[in-house]
Structures are given as C-alpha cells and as structure tokens.
Nanobody, 121 residues
Framework: QVQLVESGGGLVQAGASLRLSCAAS????????MGWHRQAPGNQRELVAV???????NYADSVKGRFTISRDNAKYTVYLQMNSLKPEDTAVYYC???????????????WGQGTQVTVSS
C-alpha cells in the first residue's frame, strides 16, 4: 500500500510563490511518475504537472513558465514550485503517483488528500 501526504499550501497574494510537497510512503516497489492535479469549485480536475522517473516533465499550458515540478526519488517525494501565482491558480492541489507496492506488484494511480492554494488579488 502507498500513502501520499501533501503540504505547502496556503493563502498568498498574486505574484507570490509557494512550494508544494508530496511524500509517498509505504511498501513501495517502484514509482514511474509523480504529478499534481488541481480542482477549483465548479471546475473539473485538471492536470497541472507531471514528472517521470527519468526526469521527463509535462505542464499544463496555463502554468508553463511559472511552475516547476521536481522530485527526489530516494525520498519518494515530488515538489511543485509555483511562482507568479495568479488568482486563477486558486484550487485544491492533489498529488498523484503512478507506481506499485511490493505486494501486489501491480501499477496503479494513488491520490493524496489535497492541499488548498488560495491566491488573492
């Protein structure tokens, strides 16, 4: 079983920065990808950024150039550095991991509980 815990959310003004962290724990065999999704009230959950174990990254167009995703494979932790935050970035941010536990050895998606990010104008 794999558990995810997010942290780093908060209330900031437009233009400020935040760094989100997500730590995976449990009987981890392998993690192929880690990423972040977000969901604002009344909106669908959307992909923000993802990073694979080999370092390949992808970003939503709305955050490209402002957000940076990184990871520490040894610590099973993924980070999201968010700069130049805008009010439209306000949402609950969810950590997502595609990986496998030791037993059963099958890959699937795991989700964190989410952390609130609020950006005021």
């Amino acid at each position: 079983q794999v558990q995810l815990v997010e942290s780093g959310g908060g209330l900031v003004q437009a233009g400020a920065s935040l760094r989100l962290s997500c730590a995976a724990s449990g009987s981890i065999f392998s993690i192929n990808a880690m990423g972040w999704h977000r969901q604002a009230p009344g909106n669908q959950r959307e992909l923000v950024a993802v990073i694979t174990s080999d370092g390949t990254t992808n970003y939503a167009d709305s955050v490209k150039g402002r957000f940076t995703i990184s990871r520490d494979n040894a610590k099973y932790t993924v980070y999201l550095q968010m700069n130049s935050l805008k009010p439209e970035d306000t949402a609950v941010y969810y950590c997502n991991v595609f990986g496998a536990s030791v037993a059963p050895l099958s890959f699937k998606n795991y989700w964190g509980q989410g952390t609130q990010v609020t950006v005021s104008s």
